[in-house]
T-cell receptor, first 113, second 116 residues
Framework: DAKTTQPTSMDCAEGRAANLPCNHSTISGNEYVYWYRQIHSQGPQYIIHGLKNNETNEMASLIITEDRKSSTLILPHATLRDTAVYYCIVVNAGGTSYGKLTFGQGTILTVHP | EPEVTQTPSHQVTQMGQEVILRCVPISNHLYFYWYRQILGQKVEFLFSFYNNEISEKSEIFDDQFSVERPDGSNFTLKIRSTKLEDSAMYFC??????????????FGSGTRLTVV
């Protein structure tokens, strides 16, 4: 699976949009970009995923650049409960990995009042 | 919303003892995973399970670990002769599809294992 690079930490004011970047310059054509988050040692929680197109769900939006080498997770109106570690993970949709997730260090997002 | 349930939430054991961690995955899921997270470190893959057998495992998953599905649905992860370095959060997860489409994995809330 392609390696990802994320900033170590970011801050955001409550009510503002949080934009979390991720670089995955070695991503291959059949690899998806997934975002998970982990709130204080709880189990990681799925947020969103995408292949080529931008995606939106009730939690967030995912913007993937045209060359697929980077992406941005957007939390449109961050709340204090969004304070967590956010992981950008590239997953091979085929092969023999059976969906193994390789977690990096992620980005610690702190939302301030 | 369906959940993955793990018990116990916290287990304290003495070094050298055996521990059993339990997981009830989402009932219609087909792929199952275990991860662990040592305090302050990354979430690490242990193994995946599909079609009643381990499909992939990491180098962490050595002979001291074993997994069973005693009733075909629930999982038990057994750690024989625990070591201090086995202290970690252990997460169980399940997925309905290998391509992880849709809501992807669902993780349980974990078991915190403390070896003293």
């Amino acid at each position: 699976d392609a390696k990802t690079t994320q900033p170590t930490s970011m801050d955001c004011a409550e009510g503002r949009a949080a934009n979390l970047p991720c670089n995955h310059s070695t991503i291959s054509g059949n690899e998806y970009v997934y975002w998970y988050r982990q709130i204080h040692s709880q189990g990681p929680q799925y947020i969103i995923h995408g292949l080529k197109n931008n995606e939106t769900n009730e939690m967030a939006s995912l913007i993937i650049t045209e060359d697929r080498k980077s992406s941005t997770l957007i939390l449109p109106h961050a709340t204090l409960r969004d304070t967590a570690v956010y992981y950008c993970i590239v997953v091979n949709a085929g092969g023999t990995s059976y969906g193994k997730l390789t977690f990096g260090q992620g980005t610690i997002l702190t939302v301030h009042p | 919303e369906p959940e993955v349930t793990q018990t116990p939430s916290h287990q304290v054991t003495q070094m050298g003892q055996e521990v059993i961690l339990r997981c009830v995955p989402i009932s219609n899921h087909l792929y199952f995973y275990w991860y662990r997270q040592i305090l302050g470190q990354k979430v690490e893959f242990l193994f995946s399970f599909y079609n009643n057998e381990i499909s992939e495992k990491s180098e962490i998953f050595d002979d001291q670990f074993s997994v069973e599905r005693p009733d075909g649905s629930n999982f038990t992860l057994k750690i024989r002769s625990t070591k201090l370095e086995d202290s970690a959060m252990y997460f169980c997860a399940s997925s309905g599809d290998r391509v992880i489409i849709g809501y992807g994995y669902t993780f349980g809330s974990g078991t915190r294992l403390t070896v003293v």
